[in-house]
């Protein structure tokens, strides 16, 4: 099992960083629309 892990990470290594960084902008968004209606 943690062979397949570490098989699976090393094989999608190119596309981590950048599914990283959308699960990221994700986030920030989700928190921008819901602080939103404070503001108003």
């Not at 094989?11 to 921008?32: E, F, H, N, Y």
């Amino acid at each position: 099992m943690a062979k397949d892990i570490q098989t699976a990470i090393r094989r999608s290594a190119d596309t981590l960083i950048a599914d990283a960084l959308g699960a990221a902008s994700l986030v920030v968004m989700l928190v921008v629309s819901l602080s939103l209606p404070s503001l108003f």
